[in-house]
């Protein structure tokens, strides 16, 4: 690992549930490359995310994508005094407990909207009030996550599948927005990675089998572990990436480009 390729440097994580969760991951990667991190998490999460990232030296702030407001509150808190935002890493997802255990063509409106409003609304307001705190920063850099079944067919995943693909288009239009103001915005998916919710959506059983596929029929013959999606999603936030926007990098092993 390029040690000190972030020093000097200063994020925020949106979006850290637990220690097996792909914001921590990332969180504790950016860190260990130089980087002051901050992190949100669900208000009811704050006393356990807090106390997770504490070794991190980071500062959890709650953050309800419901109520704009705290989004608006955790911002001014980056922003207080004139020192820079450097990269915002947006990994923000909630589905409804069951939702993705039914068919597709069952799923309410309201849990719809809520999959949506989470996933990818949610980008689109954290820019608007990061925007004037990249500003200050001379390589702005925003980093979604975002999955492979976005464009893939995937047991178990439908909604959240639906809400990731328009959270892809989201970065483009959002490039395209501020990219003039020398702001960098790019997406990181990955294949399946046997974090916590990802348990919980599809099952650990089935989270292994479909890893030991991934292994078998991917170029470098292992499945991805997190450091793998940390490690792009580090260089994406350093000023190493220059004049890189609009992009969508998978990080799967060359799984996603195998015919059988």
């Known amino acids: 690992m390029t040690a000190g390729l972030l020093s000097g440097r200063r994020g925020v994580v949106l979006g850290v549930s637990g220690a097996n969760s792909i914001g921590h ?19 009811a999460r704050l006393a356990r995310v807090s106390a997770l990232v504490a070794e991190l030296g980071a500062t959890a702030y709650p953050v309800d994508i419901a109520d704009e407001p705290s989004l608006a509150a955790a911002f001014a808190a980056l922003g207080q005094g004139d020192a820079p935002l450097d990269f915002m890493v947006h990994g923000l997802v909630d589905i409804p407990e069951g939702v993705l255990a039914r068919s597709v063509l069952e799923v309410s409106r309201a849990d719809f909207e809520h999959v949506m409003s989470v996933v990818t609304w949610s980008l689109i307001a954290a820019c ?16 979604a996550l975002t999955s492979a079944c976005s464009h893939r067919m995937t047991p178990h995943y439908h909604v959240a599948g639906i809400a990731k693909a328009a959270l892809e288009s989201a970065v483009l239009y959002l490039a395209m927005q501020l990219g ?73 092993g060359g799984f996603s480009r195998a015919y059988l």
């Not at 991951?25 to 208000?43: F, N, Q």
């Not at 608007?128 to 200050?136: D, E, W």
């Open 128 to 143: 608007r009030h990061a925007r004037p705190l990249l500003a200050r920063s001379t390589a702005p850099r925003i980093v």
């Open 180 to 252: 003039r103001d020398g702001i960098l915005v790019n997406a990181v998916g990955a294949s399946l990675l046997a974090t916590d919710g990802a348990i919980r959506a599809i099952g650990a059983s089935n989270a292994q089998a479909t890893r030991t596929v991934q292994a078998k029929r991917s170029a470098t013959g292992r499945a991805i572990e997190p450091e793998d999606l940390a490690g792009t999603v580090g260089f994406l936030c350093s000023p190493l990436a220059r004049n890189v926007t609009g992009e969508i990098v998978t990080v799967d």
């Open 25 to 43: 991951g990332v969180a504790k990667l950016l860190h260990e490359l130089g980087a002051t991190v901050a992190v949100t998490c669900r208000p």
